[in-house]
Structures are given as C-alpha cells and as structure tokens.
C-alpha cells in the first residue's frame, strides 16, 4: 500500500528556512515523477513543485522559483523542499504526491512563516 509521510514543518520567522521530507513508501518511489503541493487556508491545493524520477530536472511554480529547491534521495525514498527566504504567504500545508496526484495523501506538515 502507498505511504506517503511528510515532515520538518514548523513555525518561522519571514526570511527564514525550513526543510521539509517526505517518506515514501509502497511503490516504485525511484520511478516516479514527484511533487511537493501545499494548501493554504480558504485556498485550493497547488503543486509548488516537481521533479523527475532521476532528479536531474525540476520545475516551480513563480511564487517559489529561486527559493525553493525539491529533491530527491532515491536510494532511501526520500524527497525533500528545501525553503529559503520564507514569505508569511508561504504559510501552508504542505503534502507530497506524484505530480498528477495518483496516490493517496499523507497528513502533510504544516508551515507557518510569521513574526
């Protein structure tokens, strides 16, 4: 059965940095495309992030582009999102999944970015 696990959210200061990981499980995390998605209160899911199953290419969305990093440990199903610079409007729930959401999402991490 797929798993997805995310953590390493938490509360910080604007311009800060936090990274987050997701663990994966029950699939064949090392062939799969991966994207990390958040949602923010009274908003819809975005995908914020993708990259491929071999980690050599990644995509962003603008309001991340140049702060936000995703990558991946295949060897230990790991993806992680490392964020610089955070903006109070980062502040989200942040979840993992393939990029065209076809496994069932974890809990996710919460990100509040605030002085």
Known sequence: Q?????????LVQPGGFLRLSCAASGFAFGMSSMGWFRQ???????????IVSDGFNSEY??????RFTISRDN????LNLQMNSLKSEDTAVYYCNTPWSTLDWGQGTQVTVSS
Do not use: H, W
Not at 40 to 50: C, F, I, W
């Open 2 to 10: 797929p798993q997805l696990v995310e953590s390493g959210g938490g």
């Open 61 to 66: 969305a603008d309001s991340v582009k140049g």
């Open 75 to 78: 060897d230990k199903n790991i």
């Open 40 to 50: 923010a209160p009274g908003k819809e899911r975005e995908l914020v992030a993708t």
